[in-house]
């Protein structure tokens, strides 16, 4: 595993932490799949599922789509180059028909 592939996993702990903390959502499935499947797996997962996680959904309706994978991974450039183009495309996709409007940061 990469140094920015180990980060990215990190990254991907923080925001099963801060769901649970600011939002009041207990990820346990996504933090399974983290567990066992490590950080790049489980993004590419949920971003290639033809349709949002349940725990997308519910971050939806709690006003924190901030905190879906979908977003970490669009909004910080960082993580682009372990995506593929049609990977974030569908990533961006799904936060727009959600709504959402990603803070792009470096």
């Keep these: 595993m990469s140094d920015?592939?180990?980060k990215f996993?990190?990254?991907m702990f923080s925001i099963?932490?801060?769901a649970k903390d600011e939002a009041k959502y207990p990820a346990n499935i996504f933090l399974g799949m983290l567990t066992n499947n490590g950080g790049l797996a489980t993004a590419k997962t949920?971003?290639?599922s033809p349709k949002p996680s349940d725990g997308?959904?519910?971050l939806y309706f709690r006003g924190r789509l901030d905190l879906t994978v979908e977003a970490m991974v669009i909004e910080n450039s960082r993580w682009h180059s372990l995506f593929t183009v049609e990977e974030l495309a569908r990533a961006r996709q799904r936060l727009a028909d959600y709504?959402?409007?990603p803070k792009i940061t470096n």
């Design 4 to 6: 920015l592939e180990e």
């Design 56 to 58: 997308y959904t519910e």
């Design 16 to 18: 099963y932490r801060r």
């Design 9 to 11: 996993t990190e990254a």
């Design 99 to 101: 709504h959402y409007d």
């Design 46 to 48: 949920l971003i290639n």
